[in-house]
């Protein structure tokens, strides 16, 4: 059986990442989405294993011990890091696996698989960026700023990326992921 795709997909804060995907998901059949694990407490509604498996700091510490991680980072003050063993054995079933992650994890991905295909998400521009984080009235005001100003750092990274999606339209954006998703598929025969 063909073995899946790794598709890393990064972007700022508030580019809407969260809904693209989730839209994709919907579409496109046999992918599936890494859950990472985090030592970032939980937010109102998010559950464990579903959004994140929620770890301490020591057992997140014991986790890179064991070599548990495909790749990990810290990103606004917490560790993040996506668990090897869930998505190889999806790309092995031949399942195509979604890691949304930042641009620091994406990068030891491609080092490590060089055939991941990535994608980063922008927001049409800064201002933008900014009424979005905004108006989803979750951070305080320096919150927002490190996150602004972790958008601008992230972007100069921008051409590692295989593709650069701007989230200019829900729809149409969504459209150019599933896109970019079945011209893969078609390249390796899988389509
Ligand atoms: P949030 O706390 O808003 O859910 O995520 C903050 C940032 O962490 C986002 O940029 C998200 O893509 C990134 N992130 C989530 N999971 C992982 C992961 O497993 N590894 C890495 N490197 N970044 C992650």
Do not use: C
Not at 31 to 60: I, N
Not at 78 to 84: E, I, K
Request: charged share 30%; net charge negative.
């Amino acid at each position: 059986m063909p073995k899946g795709s790794l598709i890393v997909i990064s972007g700022p804060s508030g580019a809407g990442k969260g809904t693209l995907v989730d839209r994709l998901v919907a579409r496109v059949p046999r992918l599936w989405v890494s859950v990472s694990a985090t030592t970032r407490k939980p937010r109102p509604g998010e559950m464990e294993g579903e959004d994140y498996f929620f770890l301490s700091a020591e057992e997140f510490e014991r986790r890179v011990g064991e070599g548990d991680f495909l790749e990990w980072a810290v990103v606004h003050g917490n560790s993040y890091g996506t668990l090897a063993s869930t998505v190889r054995d999806r790309l092995e079933a031949g399942v195509d696996v979604i890691l949304e992650i930042d641009p620091q994890g994406a990068i030891q991905v491609k080092n490590l698989m060089p055939e991941a295909v990535l994608v980063f998400i922008v927001a049409p521009s800064m201002e933008e960026l900014e009424r979005r984080i905004r108006s989803r009235g979750a951070e305080t005001d320096e919150q927002i700023k490190t996150r602004l100003a972790t958008a601008v750092r992230e972007l100069q990274l921008v051409e590692t990326y295989d593709h650069v999606v701007e989230n200019d339209d829900v729809a149409r954006a969504t459209d150019e992921l599933v896109g970019i998703i079945e011209s893969l598929r078609n390249s390796e025969g899988r389509s």
